[in-house]
């Protein structure tokens, strides 16, 4: 049917009635104002370049804070089991240090997080390549985030610190010298699995080292082998393991706000 000049000019007026009941009455410098839910409140860390490093919010579980490493137990071949053989890393000074004895796993699991920690890789320079200050962080005990003494130390750039080991290469590489402490903040959300264990969704992370971006919101594909394939293995909350790759790597301001 050919719309007459009425019938257009009366559906053009339905619609433009039908926007303008939309519209509040009045808009206001006050009607676009959200007033809650009220965010929490978090007193921060305290930060200090190369004295004390960022200390721990008020709200975060703090893994290792110079004390002790109670929260800590020994663990092996950098899977996330249910270890409880006592940790055998020295603190010394307020530092937590990498030995060969074992890796480090913390007791606690966590799921999705923001991850806080400071390492120091040795003063002394000995070996090149992975061979010089080498540890990780490994992400719910599966997903290593490269920990390496890059300062003019070449690598393969999918291994080098900032790297999702032989999966994501860092956007930059922001090291400090040998011997400095570097810190790392990590956010993080953890794969989703189905009942039968396909993975429905990747884990996601967003790493800052030294301030600076090196990963940005990417998808792990699965584990992070050294040889081969990731794995995609279904899991729910797993631990952090700090890798012993044989050179002695300092850790201190651990602490995980979980979200
Ligand atoms: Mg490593």
Redesign the pocket.
């Known amino acids: 049917m050919k719309k007459t000049t009425s019938t257009l000019f009366l559906s053009f007026a339905a619609t433009t009635l039908a926007f303008a009941q939309l519209e509040p009455a009045k808009q206001t410098p006050q009607s676009s104002e959200i007033w809650e839910p009220v965010p929490p409140i978090v007193t921060p860390g305290v930060f200090s370049a190369n004295t004390a490093g960022t200390t721990a919010p008020s709200d975060a579980v703090v893994l290792f804070d110079g004390k002790n490493a109670d929260a800590w137990v020994a663990n092996k071949g950098y899977n996330p089991t249910n270890s409880t053989a006592p940790l055998q890393w020295p603190v010394r000074d307020g530092v937590m240090y990498s030995s060969k004895t074992s890796s480090a796993m913390t007791k606690q699991q966590f799921g999705d997080m923001q991850l806080h920690l400071e390492f120091q890789t040795p003063s002394k320079v000995e070996g090149n390549g992975?061979g010089r200050g080498?540890?990780?962080v490994f992400l719910q005990g599966r997903y290593?985030v490269?920990?390496?003494d890059n300062y003019e130390n070449p690598t393969y750039v999918n291994g080098m610190v900032g790297s999702i080991?032989k999966q994501a290469i860092p956007l930059a590489n922001p090291s400090r010298k040998p011997g400095e402490w570097q810190s790392y903040d990590i956010i993080y959300t953890q794969p989703k699995f189905s009942k039968s264990g396909v993975m429905l969704e990747p884990a996601y992370v967003t790493v800052l080292l030294n301030g600076v971006l090196v990963q940005n919101h990417v998808a792990i594909k699965g584990t992070t082998e050294y040889i081969g394939y990731p794995k995609q293995v279904a899991h729910d909350k797993g631990p952090l393991i700090l890798?012993d790759?044989g050179n002695p790597v300092g850790f201190r301001n651990i602490w995980v706000r979980e979200l």
């Open positions: 992975q080498n540890s990780g290593e490269q920990v390496l080991y890798q790759h």
